[in-house]
């Protein structure tokens, strides 16, 4: 079947650390997103990319890094530089023509402890 | 700038009264826009979306959504809702990239 799979759905990090979220997708999809859900501030952009091997950054980038080197995969890094990890992260793939329809992952939760 | 603006953060409402939940976008955003719900802990999953033709749209659930593009509107409804329609609801657009408002979140009693 196909579809877009995160992993882990948990996940605990300790202060100080690095951690990657897993996001593949078999759609065949050229774009794909990273969001940070928090409560009561919907989905905030952190990146996105349009084509292998480019990416772009959102609107709150700092502290995430991501790479892009088969269409299939887009890990987001949440590196110790950012100040307020815990949150849900919520991946999605979009095809870029007809039919126009984005897909979203299950998520995943981290928590800094 | 591109932006999507869902006007109440929350709407309570009973069960078999109809609903209305508001979308404005702005004119950089609008080529597709797009209607998702989302339940606890799970990701998004599409109610609707608008890519052109007939501006009422009607999604699954039995919600459906009107494109105004004199008043840059998106608004979701639904004529009679069900408990299990209690759920967080975020409107998206896309124009060079996939955007959301800040959702809106449902809640239906007895």
């Known amino acids: 079947d196909g579809g877009i799979t995160q992993s882990p759905k948990y996940l605990f990090r300790k202060e100080g650390q690095n951690v990657t979220l897993s996001c593949e997708q078999n759609?065949?999809?050229?774009?794909m997103y990273w969001y940070r859900q928090d409560p009561g501030q919907g989905l905030r952009l952190i990146y996105y990319s349009q084509i292998v091997n480019d990416f772009q950054k959102g609107d709150i980038a700092e502290g995430y890094s991501v790479s892009r080197e088969k269409k299939e995969s887009f890990p987001l890094t949440v590196t110790s530089a950012q100040k307020n990890p815990t949150a849900f992260y919520l991946c999605?793939?979009?095809?870029?023509?007809?039919?126009?329809?984005?897909?979203f992952g299950q998520g995943t939760r981290l928590t800094v402890v | 700038a591109q932006s999507v603006t869902q006007l109440d953060s929350q709407v309570p409402v009973f069960e078999e009264a109809p609903v209305e939940l508001r979308c404005n976008y702005s004119?950089?955003?609008?080529?597709?826009l797009f209607w998702y719900v989302q339940y606890p802990n799970q990701g998004l999953q599409l109610l609707l979306k608008y890519l052109s033709g007939s501006t009422l749209v009607k999604g699954i659930n039995g919600f459906e959504a009107e494109f105004n593009k004199s008043q840059t509107s998106f608004h979701l409804r639904k004529p009679s809702v069900h408990i299990s329609d209690t759920a967080e609801y975020f409107c998206g657009g896309t124009a060079s990239k996939l955007t959301f408002g800040t959702g809106t979140r449902l809640q239906v009693t007895l």
């Open positions: 004119s950089s955003v609008s080529v597709y």
């Open positions: 759609l065949n999809h050229d774009a």
């Open positions: 999605a793939s979009m095809a870029m023509g007809e039919p126009v329809e984005a897909f």
